[in-house]
């Protein structure tokens, strides 16, 4: 056996997989670049890394609106309109990845980082919930913004940058992301 290995990049390596930064990658790397309305590989890659459990009729709306303002400024609001307005369905988590494969500095709604930040998404009726997602990811927005600030923010990124040095161009929120997403 070949003992000429770095062992931080073994650990580095293994790190990333277990927390999805290599799919994250490829998803970054791609977002511009394909066709996502068309694209299998990159379809089958994001629902696979974001868990997409949706069926095609409403896959095939998602990606083509996907393809279609990945060169456009949507927001959060837009996006999570136009998936209610297509679908019936109040899709804030996937609005939010959609948005933040574009805008990588865009936090994602994760049930898990929700779940973390002591956040909830209440209303009896769609209406209700479809406006109280739009406000609460801005609640979520302003925690990030707030939280970045912090030293506990600095400490994180640094600790991440260190541990996953060939991950430090991603993003300070998709760092911090990372880590609320692995508290379980």
Same mark, same amino acid.
């Given at each position: 056996?070949?003992?000429?290995?770095?062992?931080?990049? %073994?650990?580095?390596?293994?790190?990333?997989?277990?927390?999805?930064?290599? *799919?994250?990658?490829?998803?970054?790397?791609?977002?511009?670049?394909?066709?996502?309305?068309? $694209?299998?590989?990159?379809?089958?890659?994001? #629902?696979?890394?974001?868990?997409?459990?949706?069926?095609?009729?409403?896959? *095939?709306?998602?990606?083509?609106? +996907?393809?279609? %303002? *990945?060169?456009?400024?949507?927001? +959060?609001?837009?996006?999570?309109?136009?998936?209610?307005?297509?679908?019936?369905?109040?899709?804030?988590?996937?609005?939010?990845?959609?948005?933040?494969?574009? +805008?990588?500095?865009?936090?994602?709604?994760?049930?898990?980082?929700v779940q #973390?930040?002591?956040?909830?998404?209440?209303?009896?009726?769609?209406?209700?919930?479809?406006? #109280?997602?739009?406000?609460? @990811?801005?609640?979520?927005?302003?925690? @990030?913004?707030? +939280?970045?600030?912090?030293d506990k923010a600095?400490?994180?990124?640094?600790?991440?940058?260190?541990?996953?040095? $060939? @991950?430090?161009?991603?993003?300070?929120? *998709?760092?911090?992301?990372?880590?609320?997403?692995?508290?379980?």
């Amino acid at each position: 056996m070949d003992t000429n290995f770095d062992v931080n990049k %073994v650990f580095q390596d293994r790190l990333a997989t277990s927390m999805g930064l290599d *799919k994250y990658q490829y998803i970054m790397d791609q977002v511009r670049k394909t066709n996502i309305a068309t $694209d299998a590989v990159f379809q089958r890659t994001f #629902n696979g890394f974001y868990i997409v459990r949706r069926n095609e009729t409403w896959r *095939k709306v998602y990606y083509e609106l +996907f393809e279609k %303002v *990945k060169t456009e400024t949507p927001t +959060f609001e837009s996006i999570l309109t136009y998936m209610y307005e297509q679908t019936g369905n109040i899709e804030p988590s996937f609005s939010s990845k959609m948005l933040a494969s574009i +805008f990588p500095e865009k936090p994602i709604w994760d049930r898990y980082v929700v779940q #973390n930040l002591n956040m909830e998404l209440v209303g009896t009726t769609k209406q209700e919930r479809l406006e #109280n997602a739009i406000i609460l @990811y801005a609640n979520i927005e302003k925690w @990030y913004a707030d +939280f970045l600030q912090t030293d506990k923010a600095k400490e994180c990124v640094e600790v991440f940058d260190w541990v996953m040095p $060939d @991950y430090k161009h991603i993003s300070n929120i *998709k760092k911090i992301d990372s880590i609320l997403w692995s508290i379980r």
